[in-house]
């Protein structure tokens, strides 16, 4: 025999199987991130997914939880698309970026329906800013900014002030025993793109003034620049007098110098949000 209590308590079981499948997708993506070995993008997705949920828990309340049958379905097919394509389809960097936002989509769908988009905008946007493929970027924003190039000046101004013979060509350093190229991968564009990334993340989580919306991503963007250009005047140094070292902290332990800025900018977004 049904009673008044049917409802609420159909209601707690149906969120409670979201919340499990919404915990498999999250779990499946980062399991994919990690074996395709995407570092950066697993890092991220735990930051940005993190975020999300912190942002839906202070406005559950709030939240509009009715879709019909057609946009339940849609959903429905949304969601299976995720677990089809990690089963079946080939790990492709791009598709396993953009599965989150796919299943954000689904999830919101089965939810709260096309009407139900809105109240969502702000966590479907960071699962689309997560989806942007950084590395394809690389050159393109390179070649428009000419970061190597700056860098290279950069890197050879902190050489000659402390009192190295260096003169500069282009995207070359040039000390008297060896010349270094500052290529594109090795300039920390990847970083300042990664780094604009939680710029966002930052602004979308936390209220500010439009002061702060310009001054976030560019003292994310000038911390780079200057680790990085400290960074390249040492590889520099240690490619013309200790290539062993050069070759050991240019390859994958120099994780260091991406965590520098991060911890950096971790401090100063620290700083704003306290200083509100």
């Given at each position: ?6 409802p ?27 074996k ?29 939880l ?12 949304l ?5 089809f ?17 796919i ?34 970027l ?23 002030y ?47 003034n ?13 911390i ?12 520099a ?40």
């Amino acid at each position: 025999m049904r009673t008044f209590l049917a409802p609420v308590q159909n209601f707690h079981i149906a969120k409670f199987w979201l919340l499990i499948l919404a915990g498999g997708l999250i779990a499946l993506h980062l399991h994919s991130s990690w074996k395709a070995k995407l570092t950066n993008l697993f890092v991220t997705s735990v930051l940005f997914i993190g975020a999300i949920i912190f942002k839906l828990k202070q406005k559950r309340i709030t939240l509009n939880l009715e879709s019909n049958l057609l946009y339940k379905i849609l959903g429905a097919l949304l969601i299976a698309f995720v677990f089809f394509s990690q089963a079946f389809l080939p790990n492709y960097d791009f598709l396993i970026r953009l599965l989150p936002f796919i299943s954000g989509l689904g999830l919101t769908l089965l939810t709260s329906g096309i009407k139900g988009l809105k109240q969502y905008w702000q966590e479907l946007m960071l699962l689309l800013v997560l989806a942007v493929p950084l590395e394809l970027l690389i050159v393109p924003v390179n070649h428009i900014f000419h970061i190597t190039k700056l860098l290279a000046k950069i890197s050879t101004f902190i050489l000659w002030y402390v009192g190295f013979q260096v003169t500069r060509q282009g995207d070359l350093i040039i000390l008297p025993e060896k010349a270094t190229w500052v290529g594109p991968n090795c300039s920390g564009v990847l970083t300042m793109l990664w780094m604009l990334q939680l710029a966002i993340l930052f602004l979308t989580t936390y209220p500010t003034n439009w002061k702060k919306k310009i001054l976030v991503p560019a003292v994310a963007i000038l911390i780079v620049i200057g680790v990085n250009g400290i960074r390249i005047a040492i590889m520099a140094v240690l490619a013309a007098y200790n290539y062993p070292a050069f070759e050991y902290w240019h390859s994958d332990n120099a994780q260091i110098f991406s965590t520098i800025p991060l911890m950096i900018f971790w401090w100063f977004c620290q700083s704003l949000r306290q200083n509100r």
